[in-house]
Antibody, heavy 124, light 112 residues
Framework: EVQLVESGGGLVQPGRSLRLSCTAS????????MSWVRQAPGKGLEWVGF??????????EYAASVKGRFTISRDDSKSIAYLQMNSLKTEDTAVYYC???????????????WGQGTLVTVSS | DIVMTQTPLSLSVTPGQPASISCKSS???????????LYWYLQKPGQPPQLLIY???NRFSGVPDRFSGSGSGTDFTLKISRVEAEDVGVYYC?????????FGQGTKLEIK
């Protein structure tokens, strides 16, 4: 059974940093790209970024709203994906979901399994 | 970015009746490889989104056959043949033909 468990959320002041983790199980983690999608309170879904598998170079892509502030990385030996969030803004407040990606992340990709999410609140 | 527009934004359906949600994209989702990169998700109350339909019309594993997807180019539809109580939630369409992947604003389905 595919499982994705996010951790690391919490309350953080504007301008500070936070790192989220996504621990995966039930599949060969290194074979898949992984993505982060967020949902502000009462709002819709917004893609944050993803990291491709090593087979596709392990490269990353980001939404314009987070590019230069957020970094996605992965540790295939531990089956964990990370989202490093720096220079946080109040508008980054959201539930952050980790998702498994079907596809390379270049064409024809989608998110098949999602974690339960972790809440990040950016407030002074 | 490709804009995904869903209608209606909410609908209330009697159990056993059909329901239909429209999703229109600002650009064609037909790729040169012949595939169309349109997906449907359902977010039940208090839960993460779950995949329903991939590439317009393919049901994901475990999705009941009362759910069906159709469409082409820029116009797509999700249909539920007979709504059940467990179908309540917010439905989202998503495109991935172009970065960034973008979602519709969501359609909230309630039971009468």
């Amino acid at each position: 059974e595919v499982q994705l468990v996010e951790s690391g959320g919490g309350l953080v002041q504007p301008g500070r940093s936070l790192r989220l983790s996504c621990t995966a199980s039930g599949f060969t983690f290194g074979d898949y790209a992984m993505s982060w999608v967020r949902q502000a309170p009462g709002k819709g879904l917004e893609w944050v970024g993803f990291i491709r598998s090593k087979a596709y170079g392990g490269t990353t892509e980001y939404a314009a709203s987070v590019k230069g502030r957020f970094t996605i990385s992965r540790d295939d030996s531990k089956s964990i994906a990370y989202l490093q969030m720096n220079s946080l803004k109040t508008e980054d407040t959201a539930v952050y979901y980790c998702t498994r990606v079907i596809g390379s992340g270049y064409v024809n990709y989608y998110f098949d399994y999602w974690g339960q999410g972790t809440l990040v609140t950016v407030s002074s | 970015d490709i804009v995904m527009t869903q209608t209606p934004l909410s609908l209330s359906v009697t159990p056993g009746q059909p329901a239909s949600i429209s999703c229109k994209s600002s650009q064609s989702l037909l790729h040169s490889d012949g595939k169309t990169y349109l997906y449907w998700y359902l977010q039940k109350p208090g839960q993460p989104p779950q995949l329903l339909i991939y590439e317009v019309s393919n049901r994901f594993s475990g999705v009941p056959d009362r759910f069906s997807g159709s469409g082409s180019g820029t116009d797509f539809t999700l249909k539920i043949s007979r709504v059940e109580a467990e179908d309540v939630g917010v439905y989202y369409c998503m495109q991935s033909i172009q970065l960034p992947p973008t979602f519709g604003q969501g359609t909230k389905l309630e039971i009468k």
